[in-house]
Structures are given as structure tokens and as C-alpha cells.
């Protein structure tokens, strides 16, 4: 009896002890944050992605969506990586804190100006006359507000204040969500341009809100131009690297937009939201698995390719049911999101594969990368951007959203098939790891090209919860 009493002291001690160790580490700590920030992101997310589903109707979603597609797609250069350069330079210096901040202020205040009277010169042309009414309001939110907001963000991150972290990340999406449900609640129904509107003073806000706590804990900035035009080359850098997922996922609704198919663009735009948020498992598995490969890489491709299939066998289980219950459940989308996208389930049966393709060319690319070859990865994220933008040229004007349906499954697909055709020839020829130089370069590009808008892991998956991107929504 006291052989079994003190068996379970010592079980209980040792149990205490692990939750002291954890309540005292740091990266726990942040890591809890971070997670936690993720979780109420992602309920918020899709409360807000219902009420502005119901807020707008079908028409008006595919106005809003044709639109918003093509200022995602061209505010990742708005940031100009300053928020990486932040972390890159202040990181290991906290004294630099004023020029870099000052650094992203000028950055993003520059591009998206810019960007803002690019987009307003040309929207007509790449939306019509519907969508290029909404296009500046929407570039002014995005390519100005929100890039400030992320930076900010990192800014925090940088310092390891990750509570705060995840609250701006966190906050813009907590916004419009309270913003979706009173216009849902007060007017029942509104047109794109209306959600856009009021949509600005959310961001604006937030942004305010973000510059003043970043200000207040840390110092005011210092400008300096010579420091703007001497890191602008390598902030460019930064920002390409994330920018060929972006646009194969985005280009097929900015082309719905600009053909005038607005309804038949909030159809697949929402069948297409469903189907990311069904990835957020798979992304799960993958950012925490992330640094493994890296840790495999240094024994060569072969085992970050063992791993790869190993982790396979868990994740194309979970896209098989993911696609298995976007097929079966399709006919309640309707009921939750509204009568006007009855045809959403016809769309969604189409896409309900893509989760499955997600899980092949996030394994074989996770360990392309991992092995220190991410230039090979980028390559074949270029190829299906391109055939992407090719396929939907070809068949969106034939087919609606049909094709671009079509070219989504074709263009996953065969990343996934080529993902894996490159892996298996890399392992082949490959008897060295890359030199520990090397891995390190690939190791900082993997980050830089992580986790894309909205969850749409296609890229790289970031070793965890990352805030280089924008999780906001619209």
C-alpha cells in the first residue's frame, strides 16, 4: 500500500514539475499564445465568413471577391519585407528598433500609395466598372492598413511579446466579424461597395490601434531614406518569394471579375473558402512538423523523404475525409450561408480534392525544403502559377466557374505530381546534404515564403503559427 502511495507521489511530482517548467518557459509561453491566437482566429474567421456571406448575397460576394482577390495578390509587395527586415536586423540589435521601424512605416506608406493609384488607374480594365469601384477602397485597407497591422505584429514578435502578437493578429478579423453581424442584424442586406466603406474603419482602426501600442512600448521611429533605399532590394526579395502561391490562388477570381461573371465568382469564391478552411487540419500537422525536416535535412534528402511519406500516411487521411465530407455535407452549405449559393454545392463537390492534393505537395514540399533545396520548390510553385494563369485563360471564358474549378483541380494535382517527381530525383542523384551554409540560405527563404492570406498553406509550411502574412478575411 505504501509502495502504491508513493509511486503516485513521485508521479504527481514529476507531473507538477513539467507544469512549473512549462508555466516558466518562455517558448512555451509564446508558443501558447500564438496557438491560442490561431484557434480564436479561426472560429472568428468563419463566423464572419458566414455573416458576410448572408450580407451580401451571392452578386454582391462576387463583386467583393473579384476584387478582393486582385488586391491580395499585389498587396504582398506592399509590405516591401519590411516586416522581415525588422525581424532580421532588430532581432539580434534591439538599439535599431527606431530606424526599422521608421523603416516599415516609410516602406509601406510608399508601395501602397504606389499600388492604391496603380490600381485605381487600371481597375476598370482587370474588373469593370462593379469591381473597380470597390478596388481602391479595398487597396487603401489592405495594401496600407493591414500590411501596417502585420508589421506591427512582428514587431512584437520580435521581441518575444507574443500575447500581443496574437491580439493584432486577432484583432481585425474580431472586427469586421461584430461589423458583419450589426450590418446582418440592422440592414439585412447590403452592396459590396457599402461593406467596403465600412470595412475602411475597421482597418483604419486596428491600424491606429497597432502603430499606438508598438509607439508606446517601445519608442517613437526615426525616418531615414538612405536606410529605405538601402534595404529596398532585399525587402523585394522577401516579398516575391511568398508571392507565386497568392496568385494561384487568388488570379482564377480576379479573372471571374474580370470577364463581369460576378455571380457565378461568389459561387466558386465561397465553395472555395469552404475548402480552405477544411485544409486548416492538414496546415496544423504540417506547421508543427515543419522543423523535423529540417532536422532530417541534415542527414540528406533521402530522409526528409522517409519522413515525408511517413507523414503522408497521417495527413492524406484526414484529406481524404475532408474531401469525403465536403462532398456529403455540400447541400447545407445553402442553409448555412444562404439560398444564393445553392450553386456553391455543385462547386464545392468539384473542389471537395483539393484537400487531398494539398497533403501530396505540402509533404514532398516540406521536404524539398528541409533538405536545403527550396530553389527546386519555388520553381515548381512559378510553373503552376503560370499554367494556372494559362488554364483559367483558357477555360474561365468557356466554362464559368466550371473551369475554374477545373484548372484549380488540375493545377494542385499536378504540383502535387511534380512536388514528388522532384523529391524522388533529388533523393536519387543525392549522396551529400547540402552544405550547412546552404541549408541555413534555404532555411531563411522557407520562412520568408510561408503560410499565405487567409490559411491557404501552399507554400512552405512555417514551423509555427506565422504572422508574415495577413490572416485577415474578407
Known amino acids: 500500500m505504501l509502495n502504491g502511495e508513493s509511486k503516485n507521489t513521485g508521479i504527481f511530482s514529476r507531473w507538477s514539475g513539467f507544469v512549473a517548467g512549462l508555466k516558466g518557459s518562455t517558448l512555451a509561453t509564446n508558443a501558447g499564445w500564438m496557438f491560442g491566437g490561431q484557434v480564436a482566429s479561426f472560429g472568428v474567421q468563419a463566423t464572419y465568413f458566414v455573416l458576410l456571406a448572408r450580407l451580401l448575397g451571392s452578386t454582391e460576394y462576387g463583386v467583393l471577391a473579384g476584387a478582393a482577390a486582385l488586391v491580395n495578390i499585389v498587396s504582398q509587395y506592399c509590405g516591401m519585407g519590411a516586416g522581415i527586415l525588422f525581424l532580421r536586423y532588430v532581432s539580434p540589435d534591439h538599439s535599431k528598433f527606431r530606424e526599422y521601424w521608421g523603416n516599415i512605416l516609410l516602406s509601406v506608406t510608399i508601395v501602397a500609395m504606389v499600388v492604391v493609384l496603380g490600381l485605381r488607374v487600371t481597375g476598370k480594365w482587370f474588373l469593370g466598372p462593379e469591381g473597380a469601384e470597390i478596388l481602391v477602397i479595398l487597396a487603401i485597407g489592405d495594401c496600407l492598413c493591414a500590411q501596417l497591422t502585420v508589421a506591427a505584429a512582428q514587431v512584437f514578435q520580435t521581441f518575444e511579446r507574443m500575447r500581443i502578437t496574437a491580439g493584432l493578429s486577432f484583432l481585425t478579423n474580431l472586427l469586421r466579424m461584430m461589423l458583419a453581424g450589426i450590418l446582418v442584424v440592422s440592414v439585412h442586406r447590403a452592396s459590396a461597395w457599402t461593406w467596403a466603406i465600412t470595412s475602411l474603419g475597421v482597418s483604419i482602426t486596428a491600424t491606429l490601434l497597432a502603430i499606438y501600442k508598438v509607439t ?41 471579375g474580370h470577364y463581369g461573371m460576378t455571380v457565378a465568382n461568389g459561387i466558386y469564391s465561397m465553395a472555395y473558402r469552404i475548402v480552405n478552411i477544411s485544409t486548416v487540419p492538414i496546415n496544423s500537422i504540417h506547421g508543427a512538423a515543419f522543423p523535423r525536416f529540417f532536422r532530417e535535412g541534415v542527414k540528406g534528402v533521402k530522409s526528409t523523404e522517409q519522413f515525408a511519406r511517413k507523414l503522408l500516411k497521417r495527413t492524406a487521411v484526414l484529406g481524404a475525409l475532408g474531401a469525403a465530407g465536403m462532398f456529403l455535407c455540400a447541400p447545407l ?65 468557356r466554362y464559368s466557374w466550371h473551369g475554374a474549378a477545373w484548372a484549380s483541380l488540375l493545377t494542385d494535382g499536378s504540383l502535387a505530381a511534380l512536388n514528388w517527381i522532384v523529391l524522388a530525383s533529388l533523393s536519387r542523384r543525392s549522396t551529400t546534404p547540402p ?29 509555427a503559427p506565422s504572422i508574415f502574412a495577413p490572416t485577415i478575411t474578407r
Open 216 to 256: 508606446s512600448n517601445f519608442g517613437w521611429p526615426s525616418f531615414s531614406l538612405k536606410l529605405f533605399l538601402r534595404r529596398i532590394g532585399e525587402g523585394f526579395v522577401y516579398a516575391i518569394s511568398g508571392s507565386t502561391t497568392t496568385v494561384y490562388n487568388d488570379i482564377d477570381k480576379v479573372m471571374l
Open 435 to 463: 552544405t550547412q551554409q546552404e541549408t541555413s540560405a534555404e532555411v531563411e527563404a522557407a520562412l520568408i515564403n510561408s503560410q499565405t492570406a487567409d490559411g491557404e498553406a501552399d507554400g512552405p509550411t512555417p514551423p
Open 333 to 397: 452549405l445553402p442553409r448555412i450561408a444562404g439560398h444564393d449559393f445553392a450553386a456553391s454545392v455543385s462547386a464545392l463537390r468539384w473542389l471537395c480534392l483539393i484537400p487531398l492534393f494539398r497533403c501530396f505537395h505540402l509533404s514532398a514540399g516540406d521536404a524539398i525544403t528541409g533538405a536545403g533545396y527550396q530553389k527546386f520548390r519555388l520553381l515548381s510553385q512559378t510553373l503552376a502559377a503560370v499554367g494556372n494563369f494559362g488554364l483559367n485563360l483558357y477555360l474561365i471564358p
